[in-house]
């Protein structure tokens, strides 16, 4: 049975649903307000109930603060409903709906089908046309079933499809890049040059664009991480030298700052790299010719923060909520290099290191600060 959080500040609606989930062997657990709660409160359930509309704390901005951070499906129960209200709810990370005024057999079924419980029986009863609601409703329930199904395993053949065209769009490019350098090492004249320069830094760019994509299908499969005991000074030194080769181009200086980091650290490796990289690359690209970034790295052998604060344009209302999302994009915002995959990539890792991605804007607002914490991965 599941562990279930509901938070309202309607205590006869928390009293219900505690009474109807407790019903069915649930652990149900009622709370009036959202302040005060924390990420790592919630990790404990398997399904959290939230009100949208609540005096301290709205059920929108709880969710948005959380979602990152918990894994566990959320319930918005709402007395809003303009579509716009749903859209936007969905938009902050919510699962489901449950729209007031509701039903026991609704919350019930949203309940079972936010969990992907789909395979439950009904009770029948002594009226027909309840019986046929019912009957209706088990078989719902195993169409969707077989629905949800379908959509993940075409899920995963979507990220191995990616992959797979990235990996073999590499092969031309390789050929178009090698005929391309092999030209630039001919005398041609200023115009000729000026062309194949052109055509070389495209295909510079089309690479990135490539490995990113990788990096996102690697980072969305959900197997075991390719965790391993590494070295920290070592792994310190290869982002020092990514971001200092990065920096230079553009005469931008950066600051190193380091804070009781563990001689060692278990995670993946890899994926860290890429992760951190990624944030970096974001710095340099909106820090302007001779600005600065300053890169921060503290911890202990159980967490490691990461803290890039560059002196760029920073990050909008709209990118503050959503950069993270895969393929985000929005013109004039700090999105457009990486066309919203490389933050995307770094709230993954930290998410499957049991961590999370953090972005704000520096308080002098002459630009943006991004916080990677990473907790030590788990053995297997």
């Known amino acids: 049975m599941a562990r279930i959080l509901v938070i309202d500040d309607e205590e006869d609606i928390c009293r219900l649903i ?23 409160d919630l ?18 901005s709880f969710c948005y603060q959380i979602r990152r ?35 026991i057999a609704e919350l019930r079924a949203r309940e079972r089908i936010a969990r992907q419980e789909l395979g439950f029986e009904k009770n029948m009863t002594g009226i027909r046309e309840l019986n046929a609601v019912l009957g209706s ?18 899920e995963q053949n979507r990220r191995m499809q990616i992959s797979a065209v990235a990996h073999d769009i590499k092969i031309p490019l390789t050929v178009v ?23 070389s830094a495209g295909t510079g760019k089309i690479e990135q664009y490539l490995g990113l994509l990788s990096d996102a299908a690697k980072a969305e499969n959900t197997g075991k991480l390719r965790a391993e005991c590494f070295s920290v000074a070592e792994w310190m030194d290869e982002i020092e030298r990514q971001a200092g080769a990065q920096c230079r181009r553009k005469a931008i200086v950066l600051h190193v700052e380091k804070e009781s980091l563990p001689e ?25 010719q001779q600005g600065e970034i300053t890169f921060f790295a503290g911890g202990s052998a159980g967490q490691i923060v990461f803290r890039v604060t ?10 503050l909520r959503f950069a993270a999302r895969q393929f985000y994009t929005e013109c004039k915002e700090r999105s457009g290099k990486h066309y919203g995959l490389g933050l995307f990539v770094a709230d993954m890792a930290a998410r499957r290191h ?19 914490a990473v907790g030590r991965a788990h053995s297997s």
């Open 354 to 372: 049991g961590g999370r991605l953090m972005l704000a804007n520096r308080q002098d607002g002459s630009g943006a600060v991004v916080t990677l």
């Open 137 to 154: 409703i088990e078989e719902m329930g195993a169409t969707l079933e077989e629905s949800l199904k379908a959509q993940w395993e075409m």
């Open 310 to 319: 560059d002196s760029g344009k920073g990050f909008s209302d709209s990118s």
């Open 18 to 40: 505690v009474k109807v989930l407790g019903r069915d062997g649930h652990t149900v657990t009622a709370k009036n307000s959202a302040a005060g709660l924390e990420a790592p």
């Open 69 to 103: 951070a918990v894994d566990c499906p959320i319930l918005f129960l709402t007395a809003k409903t303009m579509e716009q209200d749903i859209v936007e709810g969905f938009a902050m990370g919510a699962d489901d709906y449950i729209k007031k005024p509701f039903g």
């Open 177 to 199: 890049r090698g005929n391309v350098e092999l030209l630039l090492e001919e005398d041609f004249s200023g115009e000729d040059m000026e062309l194949l320069e052109g055509i």
């Open 43 to 60: 990790n404990q359930y398997d399904l959290l109930i939230l009100d949208v509309m609540m005096p301290e704390v709205d059920g929108f």
């Open 264 to 288: 060692t650290f278990y995670g993946d490796r890899e994926l860290l790299i890429r992760a951190v990289s990624n944030i970096l690359d974001n710095a340099v690209e909106y820090t302007p």
